[in-house]
Nanobody
């Protein structure tokens, strides 16, 4: 059974920073990519960033590029998302996702999902 432990969310003022963590366990084979997605009420889940397992290629959506940074610690099976210069538009529930099989580029969907963690950016 694949399990996720997500942490690091919370409330921050515009311009602030947060670091999300996602520890994954229970995977029985190597996965293609790990990523962060986010969702606001009434909208679909948005792809934010991902990193591939094979070569560490990263992807960022246009709305977060230059402000967010994805990384991983393979020894801890943990994925991170460093979020800087946060804006109210970044307010969402952030989900960690694992995609098992290769796709072209960064996946839009995941095979396994964390429970999600709230990030609120407000003055």
């Amino acid at each position: 059974q694949v399990k996720f432990v997500e942490s690091g969310g919370g409330s921050v003022q515009p311009g602030g920073s947060l670091r999300l963590s996602c520890a994954v366990s229970g995977l029985t084979r190597e996965y293609y990519a790990a990523g962060w997605f986010r969702q606001t009420p009434g909208t679909g889940r948005e792809r934010v960033s991902c990193i591939t397992t094979s070569d560490g290629t990263t992807y960022y959506s246009g709305s977060v590029k230059g402000r967010f940074s994805i990384s991983r610690d393979n020894t801890k099976n943990t994925l991170y998302l460093e979020m800087n210069s946060l804006k109210p538009g970044d307010t969402a529930v952030y989900y960690c996702g694992i995609t098992m099989d290769p796709v072209n580029g960064c996946p839009y969907e995941a095979d396994y999902w964390g429970r999600g963690i709230q990030v609120t950016v407000s003055s």
